[in-house]
């Protein structure tokens, strides 16, 4: 069983997922406006993975005996000057989600929850992958600024993403 304390940040953070799938969307949605349909995808898959990831959280807390509570979603930044800057506010974001997790795992290792440790190293390690993917993301948009090539070769690339199944 998990303390009040650590249960109210579970919560916090499960809705934190979500919140993280609204910004994505409102990303692709940026995307798709500007006829890059493939970096659209790669949003709205990413949308649809932090969703799940939420629904990860929602599971663990009703597993560990708390109760899951939805908080308001606030509305997402709607308008970009470029993918870059999309891509750029995107590894903010991850960089942000991980600061969280692992606040949260501190928190657990402090209560001695090994369920909740147990839990969250998943998180810890998806996190060095999704930081990963967005960092190499923006670091192609830097090198081929100006290139409608290479631009054109990333989004034909990135509409390949499909969502995996997550254990």
Not at 79 to 90: D, T, W
Not at 98 to 117: F, G, P, Q, Y
Request: aromatic letters at 12%.
């Amino acid at each position: 069983m998990a303390s009040e304390k650590l249960l109210k940040e579970l919560n916090d953070q499960m809705n934190f997922e979500f919140l993280s799938g609204y910004y994505y969307m409102a990303m692709a949605a940026y995307a798709a406006n500007e006829d890059f349909n493939g970096f659209a995808n790669f949003l709205i898959v990413q949308g649809q993975e932090e969703y799940t990831h939420g629904m990860k959280f929602f599971d663990f807390i009703n597993d560990m005996d708390g109760r899951a509570t939805m908080q308001t979603i606030e509305e997402p930044k709607n308008e970009y000057g470029s993918l870059l800057e999309v891509f750029e506010e995107a590894l903010s974001h991850e960089k942000l989600v991980t600061s969280r997790i692992n606040k949260l795992m501190d928190m657990a290792k402090e209560e001695n929850n090994h369920a909740t440790v147990s839990f969250l190293q998943w998180f810890v390690d998806e996190q060095l992958e999704e930081e990963n993917s967005m960092k190499t993301i923006v670091n192609n948009l830097r090198r081929m600024e100006g290139h409608f090539q290479g631009l054109y070769m990333l989004d034909k690339e990135l509409g390949t993403r499909t969502l995996e199944p997550i254990e």
